[in-house]
Every structure is written in structure tokens, then in C-alpha cells.
């Protein structure tokens, strides 16, 4: 067996490849610089919502159920990259809108239900006072429960049209007061249109 001699520099890299290693430093960085500049030259899309604009939100992934609604006065904005066809998220000052349409849906106690634990989980909260809920201004029928966390209260509410159709509402925002006036479903529910099954 022959003996072979590696020679390092004082980068510890074999004398004469150099080159080698820069060129997969720059494979690896060059890439991500490009994305990352990319990013910070594009930011975040952000759609603002005017004041009586109806929006539409389908059911995925069966296409059974579609939602009509309208958010309740101005100065909402959503971000437009994340814009899906069966939830969107608004925000209004330190208030937090979430709405989603679902098709199918047997049991409306149990969807709040499996809708809520995610919530849950993520931020801490914890969801009570689970009770029945009716909307007058829709004439939808459903579930509303409180959100607590720490420094949030809100309120996550689910109605259906008795076809299997069923909408959610989650509605988040600074205080202690889950009955607080901002977190009222009632404002939101009454645009409500509810159609399919």
C-alpha cells in the first residue's frame, strides 16, 4: 500500500481546492440571498376590505356550500397572499376576524368543537360556556362559545341552514370580557347568506 500525503491550508481545506469550496459556499448562499431579497422588495400583500363590500367564500374541498357576507364597518384589511376560497382572516386595529364556510356537516356542536381545540392549542386560550346561539338578523341557527386567554377574549360561533351547510365566525381581540361589544357575533351574522348543503 502506497501513502498518501494531504496537504491543508489554514483554512483546513486540501491546498488547490479552494475554488471548490467557494463555489459551494456561493451554491448554498446565493440562492437564499436571492429569495431572501426578494421577500423584504415584495412584503406582505395586505387587501383592504371598503365598507359594504361583499365578499364569498366557497366550501373545500367538496364545493357543496357558499357564504355571502359583509364585515361591519371600515378600515379592514386582510392579507391578499393568504386569500383562500373557503376561510379569511381580517384585521381591524387590534381586532381579529376569522370566517369559514364547511359543507357536510352533521353535527354543529362538533364542528365548534373541533374548530376551537386548534385555537386552543396554538395560543393558550381556552374556549367555555359552550351554548346554543341564534342569529335573528340571518335567522342562521348554531353554537357560540367564549375565548379567554390571558390578555384576549373573543368568541368562535357556528351556524348552519339545517342542509348541512355551516359557517364560523371567530372573533378575537385585546380585553378580559368575552361578552365584550367587539366580539358580539351578532354584527357580522346579520350579512350572513348561507346557501348549499
Do not use: C
Not at 456561493?26 to 365578499?55: C, F, H, N
Not at 385585546?174 to 350579512?191: C, H, M
Amino acid at each position: 500500500m502506497g501513502e498518501v500525503t494531504i496537504r491543508l491550508n489554514r483554512l483546513g481545506l486540501e491546498r488547490g481546492r479552494m475554488w471548490q469550496a467557494v463555489l459551494a459556499a456561493l451554491a448554498i448562499a446565493l440562492p437564499m440571498g436571492v429569495w431572501l431579497g426578494l421577500e423584504r422588495a415584495l412584503g406582505d400583500s395586505v387587501q383592504s376590505i371598503t365598507d359594504g363590500e361583499t365578499l364569498y367564500l366557497q366550501s373545500y374541498p367538496v364545493a357543496g356550500a357558499g357564504l355571502k357576507f359583509e364585515l361591519p364597518g371600515d378600515g379592514w384589511t386582510s392579507p391578499g397572499v393568504h386569500f383562500a376560497d373557503q376561510r379569511q382572516n381580517f384585521t381591524r386595529d387590534h381586532l381579529t376576524a376569522s370566517v369559514e364556510v364547511d359543507s357536510g356537516v352533521d353535527s354543529l356542536e362538533r364542528l365548534l368543537q373541533r374548530r376551537a381545540e386548534p385555537i386552543v392549542a396554538q395560543n393558550g386560550y381556552t374556549y367555555t360556556d359552550l351554548r346554543e346561539y341564534t342569529d335573528t338578523g340571518s335567522g342562521l341557527t348554531g353554537y357560540r362559545a367564549d375565548i379567554i386567554g390571558i390578555d384576549t377574549a373573543g368568541s368562535i360561533t357556528v351556524v348552519g341552514n339545517d342542509k348541512g351547510a355551516a359557517a364560523i365566525l371567530v372573533l378575537l381581540a385585546p380585553g378580559a370580557d368575552p361578552r365584550a361589544e367587539q366580539v358580539d357575533p351578532a354584527p357580522y351574522l346579520a350579512s350572513f347568506r348561507l346557501e348549499g348543503e
